[in-house]
Structures are given as C-alpha cells and as structure tokens.
C-alpha cells in the first residue's frame, strides 16, 4: 500500500517565478491537506482539499492556491514567489468523517524542499 | 499566533530511561490531540492520539497525558531506544483545522 507521495523532492526557483507542487494521497484517503514548514517550525496549514473544493484555508495570501483532482491527488501552486516561501511543503491525506465536520488521522508525505533565490 | 507551544526545542536522555516531551495550548476549542515523529527527510509520522474526553491514552511504550484545566500534554516513552531519536511534534485540532507546535528534538544516547 503507497503511502502518501509527493514531488518533485527538491526544487530552486528565482524569485517572481510560479511553482506547481504534486501530491498523491495514500490509498483509500478522500482529503488533501498542504502544510508549509520553515526552518525549525512546526507545520502550518495551508488549506485543505475534499470532494475537488478548498474546504478550509490557513493565513496564507492568495497566491497560494490549489486543486483536487476527482482521483483525489492534488496540487499546490504558488505564484509570483517570495524569499520567505523558501520552506518543506508537505502533503497530507485524511479520510473525511463527515459526521464530525473534521478528518480522521492525517498522513503525511516526505515534503517537498522549494528554494526561493 | 502560536496556539501551540512546544517550549523545549531539544532533549537528550539515556536509553532505558523514560523521556517526557510537554506541549501546552491555548485554544480551548481544541478536542483532538496528536503526537507526530519526524526523521530528517521524510514527514511526520502519526505516532499517538488523544480525545479531549480522556486524560490518557497509551499503545506499547508510548502515553499521551492530556490535563485539560493546564491545557497541557505530555508524551511519555518508556523505555526509551536509540531508534526514537527524532524531532516529536505535538498537534491540536478542531474540526479541519490543525496547529502545529514547533517540535522537540529528542536524542536518545545508548
């Protein structure tokens, strides 16, 4: 069973630039969930991703957006790139419990490290 | 805002001992509670979890104490083992939304 996979790895962009970052949930799992960690921080929430809309969103500016796809894999982009958007961009996927209006556990992908020059 | 804090930034214990990692928070909105392991190049791992309607959960050598009144949690390892030296990360969630503490790097010498 895969886990959640992310790519590229490693990417280097200048600054102005766009960048596109890639996640696959871990099978099973309906709920993408994207996380920015700079260094030596925790996680911090982005925005989350069910049934193909943004469902919630974190403090970050607009341009940061995203998408789903109907098999569930997702995308972050980010436009016109800053110096301070340097950082591990994780992926996570959950199984909506709609019940509760929450997700069960989320698991998380390697990340992907984007350096702003 | 930091509604989660993490106020240790490192911990070294002996293996065999017992580690203690403390988180705090101060939304009392949160009802749901995590503890993350993070090896360098890879994500969090999902470690243990808590609801805030118990005070204790355990599974093997991991427990999570949650003291609602301190808005505070702890993660005890016992014993504790050279392979759980890695960055602990505590999380508090409420509905979709999940925050994060800064983490606690933990060494755990043979």
């Known amino acids: 069973d895969a886990g959640v996979t992310q790519s590229p790895t490693h990417l280097i962009k200048t600054r102005g630039q766009q960048v596109t970052l890639r996640c696959s949930p871990k099978?099973?799992?309906?709920?993408v969930s994207w996380y920015q960690q700079a260094l030596g921080q925790g996680p911090q929430f982005i925005f989350q991703y069910y049934e193909e809309e943004e469902r919630q969103r974190g403090n970050f500016p607009d341009r940061f957006s995203g998408h789903q796809f109907p098999n569930y894999s997702s995308e972050l982009n980010v436009n016109a790139l800053l110096l301070g958007d340097s950082a591990l961009y994780l992926c996570a996927s959950s199984l909506a419990v709609l019940a509760g209006g929450g997700t069960d556990t989320q698991y998380f992908g390697p990340g992907t490290r984007l350096t702003v020059l | 805002d930091q509604q989660v804090k993490q106020n240790s930034p490192s911990l070294s214990v002996q293996e065999g001992r017992i580690s203690i990692l403390n988180c705090d928070y101060t939304?009392?909105?949160?009802?749901?509670f995590l503890w993350y392991k993070k090896y360098p190049a890879e994500g969090p791992t999902f470690l243990i979890s808590?609801?805030?309607?118990?005070d204790k959960n355990e599974d093997g050598r991991f427990t999570v104490f949650l003291n609602k009144s301190a808005k505070h949690l702890s993660l005890h390892i016992v014993p504790s083992q050279p392979g759980d030296s890695a960055v602990y990360f505590c999380?508090?969630?409420?509905?979709?939304?999940?925050?994060f503490g800064a983490g606690t790097r933990l060494t755990v010498k043979p």
């Open positions: 808590i609801s805030s309607i118990k």
């Open positions: 939304n009392s909105m949160f009802d749901y």
């Open positions: 999380a508090a969630t409420f509905g979709n939304d999940m925050r």
């Open positions: 099978s099973g799992h309906d709920t």
